[in-house]
Nanobody, 119 residues
Framework: QVQLVESGGGLVQPGGSLRLSCAASGFTFSTYYMSWVRQAPGKGPEWVSDISTNSGRIRYADSVKGRFTISRDNAKNTLYLQMNSLPPEDTARYYC????????????RSQGTQVTVSS
């Protein structure tokens, strides 16, 4: 079955960095767009970024552009999100999901990892 397992969240000070990883299994990772989505307390889901199968097309939400970098390693079936210059407003639960940006619901999504930006 499809599994998406994240790691790398935690507590970081404002201005700091974190790198999230998402290990995929149960499907042919290299043939799917992948996305990162986040949800802050009391708010709806916010799409963060997506990446095409061969990393040739990458998109970011305006709120993270220039600070976040999405990448993937198809040989390792792993998706990454490098997050730099984090302000408190980036505090949220972060999820990886199979598929490109959508206004609907992702068919498969990870359990999420908490990122808290606080001093």
């Amino acid at each position: 079955q499809v599994q998406l397992v994240e790691s790398g969240g935690g507590l970081v000070q404002p201005g700091g960095s974190l790198r999230l990883s998402c290990a995929a299994s149960g499907f042919t990772f290299s043939t799917y767009y992948m996305s990162w989505v986040r949800q802050a307390p009391g708010k709806g889901p916010e799409w963060v970024s997506d990446i095409s199968t061969n990393s040739g097309r990458i998109r970011y939400a305006d709120s993270v552009k220039g600070r976040f970098t999405i990448s993937r390693d198809n040989a390792k079936n792993t998706l990454y999100l490098q997050m730099n210059s984090l302000p408190p407003e980036d505090t949220a639960r972060y999820y990886c999901a199979r598929g490109a940006k959508t206004t609907g619901v992702y068919e498969y999504r990870s359990q999420g990892t908490q990122v808290t930006v606080s001093s």
